[in-house]
């Protein structure tokens, strides 16, 4: 085990369904791997609904809500894609200031394959260059973004990732950008 992220704790922040599962269980990894504690947030208190693609999958206890968290308790977050997820996410407004929050104190975010849509929502992206799945460009270009198809990005502590097939690189490029941050 790496010590890269001791005495960091990293949200996961997710809806209460439609998570595609190895970009939730993955990163997961990644941060305990390297001493950090993640924690899931979500929408509404007890269990969410992973998928793996459109196949129902495991179902993950919530550590607590939105309207309970405080983004100062976190020294990262990690945002799951699966479409339905952050089309679901981007609706909560406790989830999208949550969210906004942590640009605001120039935290180490994480987005991998449709999870941009909640930054989009969070009107994080303008001026960023980003990637994510091929069919969100269009809206991260409307928003201001730059995107670019690459297997990761980093832009001042954003990290983006196209699928599931980036998750290797994704989560040791996330895990090195949350370990540098103050």
Not at 13 to 32: D, H, N, R, S, Y
Not at 86 to 99: I, Q, S
Request: glycine content about 8%; overall charge negative; aromatic content about 8%.
């Amino acid at each position: 085990m790496s010590n890269e992220l001791v005495n960091k704790t990293v949200a996961f922040a997710v809806a209460g369904e439609g998570i595609e599962q190895v970009e939730l269980t993955e990163p997961w990894k990644a941060v305990e791997q390297a001493g950090g504690t993640p924690k899931l947030l979500s929408v509404q208190p007890g269990s969410v609904q992973a998928f793996n693609h459109l196949d129902k999958g495991d179902t993950f206890d919530v550590d607590t809500t939105f309207d309970q968290a405080d983004a100062g308790d976190y020294d990262a977050l990690v945002l799951p894609g699966g479409v339905a997820n952050p089309d679901a996410l981007r609706t909560n407004g406790g989830a999208v200031k949550f969210v906004r929050s942590f640009f605001e104190s120039d935290k180490p975010v994480a987005a991998i394959c449709h999870a941009p849509w909640t930054l989009i929502e969070a009107d994080v992206v303008k001026g960023r260059t980003v990637t994510s799945w091929p069919s969100l460009q269009t809206d991260l270009r409307n928003a201001g973004a730059t995107w670019v198809d690459q297997e990761v990005v980093v832009d001042q502590g954003l990290v983006t990732s196209r699928k599931p097939d980036d998750l290797p690189a994704f989560c040791a490029t996330m895990v090195d950008e949350i370990g540098r941050a103050s």
